[in-house]
């Protein structure tokens, strides 16, 4: 369960990094995942933040009737992306032993728990979202 306040996003995000280096001992590849899912998280952030600046930028040359609602709307992806950006940052600067002593957290996710965490986050990709439009073209 995610607890109000925080980014739902974030909270299973460190959810399931929590779970990959848990099992590191186990598993010597869920070190690359840790990692790769760090990157890739990253990277959406930043085609995110990308994206809401582009929209801004033609809504600004379009002058159109709601442009201060979507500059609020911007401005708020804006913030969102770089809370984000700051907690993937401090996730990298820590060494993945010592990442174990940052759970906020008890309870430990196990493996049908990560795979549910994953495929929440892998539905929220823009691939995964347009998949049933690829099927129908």
Request: proline share 1%; charged share 30%.
């Amino acid at each position: 369960q995610v607890s109000g306040g925080e980014d739902e996003i974030q909270q299973l995000q460190k959810a399931l990094l929590d779970y990959l280096d848990e099992n590191t001992e186990t598993d010597a590849s869920l070190v690359f995942s840790r990692k790769f899912y760090i990157a890739q998280w990253f990277r959406d952030t930043t085609m995110e933040t990308e994206k809401a600046m582009k929209s801004q930028k033609d809504e600004d040359s379009s002058e159109g009737t709601h442009h201060a609602k979507d500059i609020e709307t911007t401005g708020q992806i804006m913030h969102r992306a770089e809370s984000r950006k700051k907690f993937l940052r401090s996730i990298i600067k820590t060494a993945p032993s010592q990442f174990s002593t940052l759970r906020m957290n008890s309870d430990t996710v196990d493996y049908e728990d990560a795979c549910l965490i994953v495929r929440y986050l892998a539905s929220m990709r823009p691939f995964a979202q347009s998949f049933d439009i690829y099927l129908t073209q």
